[in-house]
């Protein structure tokens, strides 16, 4: 497993690394997702990402369970705050900060994560107060670095220009070879500030494994058939999209790749990309992935994908 720096931070995350937002909130039973982080650990996975929002709570909790067998050197830990953990705890006010940082270090059996995320920007608070309640966490020792996820540029720019705060070290965006929006503005601005990607849905849900084919019911044991995985990959499986994707398995046979590794090396092939964030509901499915680290893409691969997703591509 290969690693590469966290923006300025100094750290060193894995190239893969283990999400939890649909798996460990509820979708996947218990001991297989505690198989799963043990796989991570065994393939060679420091970084964990997961957010107090995943089932309100329970990935978590169920993390939190996990690694306390582990030395906490280890392992690096990302977690995120922002949306609504009951009807009245949401956003990026001072309170929510102080209050749901002590609550996810509860549930994560820790007095620190590495990394505290904004899961998303909110309108609704002034930015000043944000920066200055998260700035307080790290100097509270309760976070070692800052990141966000799925911030506009704009305001990535602004909260950069404000005095006294501390610096973010990762941005957290969707980044996959369907959806480079990110490579619009985002990842250009990170590149000059020190700020690394750490991308979720890097397999596109899992559409760009190939295993959905258009026309057909999806199998039975993957997230689109899930009725509590599912409700976020609808527009992924549109049939114009699917019958792009089935044209890069020869792609990724010609390169000696499985379609996974192929998928993953294209989003790492960005140097801005510390790391892939990959969900997984079976240990296999983590050392597939993992197996993705250090594969370099030619040139000629680069530009049959481009060729194969034509349109479908969302920049």
Same mark, same amino acid.
């Given at each position: 497993?290969? #690693? $590469? +720096?966290? %923006? /300025?931070? &100094?750290?060193? !995350?894995?190239?893969? /690394? #283990?999400? /939890?937002? #649909?798996?460990?909130?509820? &979708?996947?039973?218990?001991? $297989?997702? +505690?198989?799963?982080?043990?796989?991570?650990?065994?393939?060679?996975?420091?970084?964990?990402?997961?957010?107090?929002?995943?089932? $309100? %709570?329970?990935?978590?909790?169920?993390? &939190?369970e996990v690694l306390s067998g582990h030395d906490r050197s280890s392992y690096v830990l990302a977690t995120k705050v922002y949306f609504p953990m009951s009807d009245t705890d949401r956003g990026l006010s001072a309170e929510q900060i102080h209050k749901q940082i002590d609550a996810s270090l509860r549930r994560l059996q820790t007095d620190h994560v590495d990394l505290y995320q904004c899961h998303r920007y909110d309108s609704h608070t002034p930015l000043e107060e944000t920066m200055a309640a998260l700035t307080e966490v790290v100097r509270a020792g309760k976070a070692r670095h800052i990141g966000f996820s799925e911030w506009p540029a704009e305001k990535i720019g602004e909260s950069l220009a404000l005095p006294g705060v501390e610096r973010w070290v990762s941005s957290q965006p969707q980044y996959s070879m369907l959806w480079r929006a990110p490579e619009a503005e985002v990842i250009p601005l990170c590149e000059r500030e020190g700020i690394s990607q750490i991308v979720w849905s890097p397999l596109a849900q899992g559409v760009l494994t190939g295993k959905y084919r258009p026309g057909q019911p999806p199998p039975p044991d993957s997230r689109a058939a899930s009725d509590s995985m599912g409700g976020f990959i609808g527009g992924l499986v549109e049939p114009r999209v699917l019958e792009a994707v089935q044209r890069l398995p020869p792609i990724a046979e010609a390169a000696g790749l499985t379609m996974v590794q192929l998928a993953l090396a294209w989003v790492l092939r960005q140097q801005n990309v510390a790391s892939a964030i990959v969900g997984a509901s079976r240990p296999e499915q983590v050392h597939a992935n993992a197996s993705? @680290? &250090? !594969?370099?893409? @030619?040139?000629?691969? #680069?530009a049959a994908i481009d060729e194969a997703l034509g349109d479908v591509v969302v920049r």
């Open positions: 497993m290969n #690693l $590469r +720096k966290l %923006g /300025s931070s &100094g750290i060193d !995350v894995s190239e893969i /690394s #283990l999400g /939890s937002w #649909l798996t460990y909130s509820g &979708g996947v039973e218990r001991d $297989r997702a +505690k198989a799963c982080v043990e796989a991570a650990f065994d393939a060679g996975i420091n970084f964990i990402d997961t957010a107090n929002v995943y089932g $309100r %709570g329970a990935s978590e909790t169920l993390l &939190g993705a @680290s &250090g !594969v370099t893409l @030619s040139a000629d691969t #680069l």
